[in-house]
């Protein structure tokens, strides 16, 4: 390692097949990631590279100091890694990133068989009951909400289509999402678009 | 696995290696321009070609091995296996100690031993001179790379003495070759690392 450390080009050689195939095992137990084990190796030796300048033996066993060195750097690259893999799921989730660590374990977002079964089921009720509501409403608003919403026209479009002005348009939608926000319970709105929906009717 | 990592970090320290060179080559230049100096100032001995040939070669290996093994080895710019470095260093002390000696030791009546002092340590203090300036104590981690540094440079100027000095009486080697080698040898580690850890800390 001092030689490495004094600029032998052979001496980081000899350490680097003397420690990569047990670092890529270390790290490969770390991040279950066969693909991103490479380059977070790569990555551990540049960082170790980076750093040589710093290393120091602080015991009697140079050895043993070098493969903690080592081993120490790429732990780190790995809790790295682990966090940034965490955070791109929160975003994909739509979730916010709180900067928490992954590395405690993560509660696996795939739900089970029996959780989806309930999910469609609860979804299958809210559209039953919001087509119910619909039903509800006078013709010409009615028209206007499906025209809006299910075929999703814009106001200027259903207005050309139907014959009648945009503003006359955007007062039937109000006055229908109104309606429809009365019919239905207050948990369904952000599936109906309600209150998007009476923003751009006014 | 790939290697770009790989191959980056090796030019890395090939670059390393060649700004370390560019340091070294003037160095080594101006030292043996200073070597060369001196013998041609003082002249080579009288007897030079009487001496016997393992003296003669000895005399020259002292240079490359002192002059320019050690320093390089100082410097990082060749790194020899541990057996390699032991024996370099047993070789690099004992081929200038007898060539310096000689053997049988001469039984000339005793001589001046101040003039051969002064040139080594003169000698010396140039090429400790261009070393500190090239920044030789300084390019390895390790503080004990300043020894090497400073061993060859001695021995070296040490080697540089016997070229010029005729005298061969056991007195006259001890008291104006050999001792102030052995004084100088310490002030120029005690200098050396002086500037190694300033260069390093």
Not at chain 2, 88 to 98: H, K, Q, R, S
Request: aromatic share 6%; hydrophobic share 50%; glycine share 8%.
């Amino acid at each position: 390692m001092e030689r490495y450390v004094d600029g032998d080009r052979r001496a980081f050689e000899e350490l680097h097949v003397a420690l990569s195939h047990r670092l890529r095992g270390f790290l490969l137990k770390l991040v279950h990631d066969e693909p991103a084990c490479d380059d977070l190796l790569q990555l551990t030796l540049l960082k170790a590279h980076l750093a040589r300048d710093r290393f120091r033996v602080p015991g009697g066993d140079p050895d043993g100091a070098v493969q903690a060195w080592y081993f120490a750097i790429a732990r780190n690259v790995a809790m790295d890694f682990l966090r940034d893999r965490h955070r791109s799921k929160k975003r994909e989730a739509g979730g916010s990133d709180d900067g928490k660590d992954a590395v405690g374990g993560l509660p696996d977002p795939t739900p089970t068989a029996q959780e989806h079964g309930e999910q469609v089921e609860s979804e299958a009720i809210i559209v039953e009951e919001v087509r119910a509501a619909i039903a509800q409403l006078p013709p010409k608003q009615r028209e206007v909400v499906e025209l809006h919403k299910l075929r999703g026209m814009s106001m200027a479009d259903i207005a050309s289509r139907l014959q009648v002005r945009e503003g006359a348009i955007r007062v039937r939608a109000h006055r229908a999402y109104k309606a429809l926000a009365r019919l239905l319970q207050p948990r369904k709105r952000p599936l109906l678009g309600q209150d998007d929906a009476t923003r751009e009717a006014e | 696995m790939k290697r770009n990592v790989f191959d980056a970090i090796g030019a890395d320290l090939s670059a390393g290696t060649r700004e370390k060179r560019r340091h070294f080559l003037p160095a080594l230049v101006g030292a043996i321009s200073l070597i060369f100096a001196l013998v041609a100032m003082a002249g080579i001995r009288q007897d030079f070609l009487e001496m016997p040939m393992w003296r003669q070669v000895a005399l020259g290996a002292s240079w490359i091995v002192c002059g320019l093994l050690f320093p390089a080895v100082g410097v990082g710019l060749w790194f020899p296996p541990r057996r390699t470095r032991i024996a370099l260093a047993i070789a690099g002390v004992a081929i200038p100690l007898a060539a310096v000696i000689g053997w049988p030791i001469g039984a000339e009546p005793p001589h001046d031993a101040a003039p051969c002092g002064i040139a080594l340590v003169a000698l010396g203090t140039g090429l400790v001179g261009v070393g500190a300036l090239s920044g030789a104590f300084a390019q390895r981690r390790a503080a004990a790379s300043t020894t090497w540094v400073a061993a060859g440079l001695t021995l070296a100027a040490l080697a540089t003495t016997s070229w010029i000095c005729p005298v061969d009486h056991g007195g006259h080697l001890a008291w104006g070759h050999l001792l102030p080698a052995l004084m100088f040898a310490a002030l120029a580690l005690a200098l050396g690392r002086r500037l190694h850890r300033r260069a390093r800390t």
